[in-house]
C-alpha cells in the first residue's frame, strides 16, 4: 500500500529552515520507513533521526496517511535559524 505524506504547517516552516542535504536525507528515511510500515487499526507514532534531526510522524493505516507531525532540529536547526 502506498501512503500520501502531509506536513503539518509547523514542521513544514522547520523543515524550509534546514539545509537542502539534510531535508533530503530527513525524507529518504521517511520513505524507507513508510515501506517498512505494516497495516494495522490504530494510529502509530514512529520517528525517523537523521543526526541531530528527529522527524515525528503518524501512520494511519485506515486512511493511507504517513502525517508529520513534528521536528527536532536541534543544533542543526538553531544554527539554521542564526
Known amino acids: 500500500m502506498s501512503y500520501r505524506i502531509q506536513i503539518q504547517p509547523e514542521a513544514g516552516s522547520l523543515l524550509r529552515t534546514l539545509a537542502p542535504?539534510?531535508?533530503l536525507r530527513?525524507?529518504?528515511?521517511?520513505?524507507?520507513?513508510?515501506e517498512a510500515v505494516t497495516g494495522g487499526a490504530h494510529e502509530e507514532?514512529?520517528?525517523?533521526?537523521?543526526?541531530?534531526?528527529v522527524l515525528?510522524?503518524?501512520?494511519d493505516h485506515a486512511q493511507g496517511l504517513l502525517r508529520v507531525t513534528g521536528i527536532d532540529g536541534g543544533p542543526v536547526l538553531a544554527e539554521a535559524r542564526a
Open 26 to 34: 530527513l525524507g529518504q528515511s521517511l520513505a524507507e520507513a513508510a
Open 56 to 59: 515525528q510522524f503518524v501512520v
Open 45 to 53: 507514532a514512529h520517528e525517523v533521526r537523521v543526526g541531530d534531526c
Open 21 to 23: 542535504h539534510v531535508v
